[in-house]
């Protein structure tokens, strides 16, 4: 089980991303919710705006040299041209304009509109770097319950329960995990936390032997 607990954990330390925000402006205090990007608006809702980074513009939030795939820059072009499927290890720094709409268009539907799953792992690697640097740790979980409910993507399951076992702990947060359903989470975090199996678990455990 300890070996279990420190795999969750160094899949998050992994991506080195502890410190890496600008010290003087850790989020920014958000006063509206429109993002406007190439002649584009976009509204998006406090909730999910206030955890995003920027790397220019009134919101900048994070140094232009921090290798964040999430960082958005008010500087990029973007396109209402249908887009492709964003691929493994998604940036919008090496997104297309269509891509980057696609995304924001997404973010300002509250997760409702057409979904790449592309998107979801831009967003999770944006709630990493707030979980590993031990900040706005409600709201990120509240946001991986929301995201890890609208995806049977497995890939997305393992890795947003490595950011629920960082909380619970390396940052020893239980009171934030007490409350949250486990029930999307991969079945080891759950055997983890929950020190028990549902008939369900135990049945998918047999399939997979």
Not at 4 to 15: P, S, T
Not at 40 to 67: A, C, P, R
Request: proline share 2%.
């Amino acid at each position: 089980m300890k070996e279990q607990i420190k795999h969750f954990i160094d899949i998050i330390l992994g991506r080195n991303i502890i410190g890496e925000n600008i010290s003087n402006t850790s989020t920014p205090e958000i006063n509206t919710r429109i993002l406007k990007i190439s002649h584009h608006s976009y509204e998006i809702d406090t909730s999910i705006f206030s955890l995003l980074y920027f790397i220019n513009g009134k919101y900048k939030n994070l140094d232009s040299k921090t290798n964040e795939p999430s960082a958005i820059s008010l500087t990029w072009s973007v396109s209402s041209q249908s887009p492709q499927k964003m691929g493994y290890y998604p940036s919008l720094s090496n997104a297309t304009p269509a891509q980057r709409n696609g995304y924001f268009t997404w973010l300002s539907s509250n997760f409702s509109s057409n979904t790449d799953i592309g998107y979801f792992f831009i967003l999770l690697n944006c709630i990493e770097r707030h979980v590993v640097n031990n900040e706005k740790l409600n709201e990120c979980v509240s946001l991986i319950s929301r995201l890890i409910n609208l995806t049977d993507n497995d890939s997305f399951k393992y890795y947003s329960s490595a950011s629920i076992a960082y909380i619970y702990f390396q940052l020893n947060r239980k009171d934030i995990i007490a409350n949250l359903n486990l029930d999307k989470c991969i079945v080891e975090l759950r055997i983890i936390i929950l020190q028990k199996l549902s008939v369900e678990d135990i049945i998918n455990c047999a399939r997979q032997v």
